[in-house]
């Protein structure tokens, strides 16, 4: 269970407003709830109480407001966690939040006032998440020190293994398939996320190489659920460079043919800005597999500089919208109002939609509310190994069948 912060420092001029969230938070079973009346009483008790673990603070306020709070906050390097409540409009909240991120503070939530009680235990809830990312990236190197022959050695030695996270359909709850996401088995680091090196990899030669042994293992598994009753589809990320390399459309073509698996159960995911950056060489890669049958979805939808009439030239069957309008969209109504529109393009395109991200209750009934077609995100399931894909979805299957669970 997600532990709640103890020691809270609620921030606002209005005693009337103070008095509310004190009383909330006090229901909620906070155990200590210190008040400030400003800016500069605010900054005074942080500095000199390290037991404040997070704030709940007000934007407009005389003196100090509270976006010269969150700047102090980073200029000190307080770790403590935030939560925004304002009247403002969303617009302007929104900004706050972007600023709030941008400065590496840890955000919880960023509110509307009148603060409503789910609001405030959601926001509260995501404490004890935050603090344990913090905690594991506070003080630790970026990652180890990779090179292109150590590449080259973990390619010939299969080191690359293919975890597997599950996507759900919204409506039913139904296991619509998986995304594949590569993981290197180092023999000396351990377990590496692909942050650690796949920044290395693109920029090499064995881009193309890796994605096909990415789409070796995918086979393997998708072989063995669909063997087992369970037609899932996969999908696998493909760069930008790939995309001007005809002989890998080939290699994926071939490869899918010898497996036995047919096409439309392989989706190829594909950023939104390598598709912009030189649509002449990508268009025909993309319209040979589509023509072959397989799937191709646009990645991290909303992060680039589509339009719909770029989209209308591409001929893509899936959009996956991007986590940056999904985490969080319950408790923002900008962020809700852009999640809208990504959907509503989705659906004059007639593609279907997965919502990346979705590490809430709230998040997904919300998306479930707005008529999103699937979702995938910690709230369903880690990524995991291929093997371990059919035990987890017998032991959470009722979790999902049975959607008034997730409602409650």
């Not at 008040?35 to 306020?61: H, P, R, S, W, Y």
């Not at 004890?128 to 390619?155: W, Y």
């Not at 439309?264 to 594909?270: A, W």
């Not at 025909?284 to 500089?305: I, N, P, Q, W």
Request: hydrophobic share 45%.
């Amino acid at each position: 269970m997600n532990r709640l912060p103890k020691h809270v420092l609620v921030i606002d001029d209005s005693e009337v407003q103070r008095q509310f969230i004190v009383e909330l938070c006090s229901d909620l079973g906070v155990e200590d709830i210190l008040q400030a009346v400003d800016g500069f009483d605010a900054v005074a008790q942080l500095k000199t109480n390290q037991d404040i673990e997070a704030i709940i603070l007000d934007l407009e306020m005389p003196g100090m407001d509270g976006v010269q709070v969150l700047h102090e906050l980073a200029r000190l390097g307080l770790d403590t966690a935030v939560i925004v409540a304002s009247a403002r409009e969303s617009v302007l909240l929104s900004v706050v939040e972007n600023m709030g991120k941008s400065l590496g503070l840890h955000l919880l939530g960023v509110l509307q006032k009148p603060l409503l009680r789910d609001q405030l235990v959601t926001s509260l809830s995501r404490f004890s998440t935050v603090r344990q990312h913090a905690e594991q990236h506070d003080g630790k190197p970026a990652g180890p020190e990779l090179s292109e022959e150590e590449v080259a050695r973990a390619l010939r030695n299969k080191e690359f293994v293919a975890y597997f996270q599950p996507k759900m359909c919204l409506a039913d709850g139904a296991l619509k398939g998986v995304e594949a996401l590569i993981r290197w088995q180092h023999p000396e680091h351990g377990l590496l996320a692909p942050g650690c090196f796949i920044d290395l990899i693109e920029r090499s030669q064995y881009i193309s190489e890796m994605t096909l042994q990415m789409l070796d293992m995918s086979l393997q598994h998708c072989r063995i659920w669909h063997d087992a009753g369970y037609p899932l589809s996969f999908s696998i990320n493909v760069s930008a460079r790939s995309l001007a390399d005809s002989r890998l459309a080939d290699a994926i073509v071939e490869r899918v043919a010898a497996s036995d698996i047919a096409p439309r159960y392989v989706i190829l995911e594909i950023t939104e800005s390598a598709i912009m950056t030189d649509l002449s060489t990508t268009l025909g890669t993309l319209a040979r597999l589509r023509l072959k049958g397989f799937g191709l979805s646009v990645d991290d939808y909303g992060t680039g500089f589509s339009c719909m009439l770029q989209l209308s030239r591409v001929p893509c069957s899936e959009l996956k919208v991007d986590r940056a309008f999904v985490n969080g969209a319950s408790q923002s109504a900008h962020l809700r109002i852009l999640l809208e529109s990504a959907l509503d393009i989705a659906r004059k395109l007639n593609l279907r939609v997965v919502a990346e991200g979705v590490e809430t209750r709230a998040d997904w009934l919300l998306l479930r509310e707005l008529g999103c077609g699937e979702a995938q995100g910690y709230f369903i399931a880690k990524p995991m190994p291929g093997d371990a894909m059919l035990a987890w979805w017998r032991s959470n299957r009722e979790r999902f069948l049975a959607p008034s669970t997730l409602d409650s």
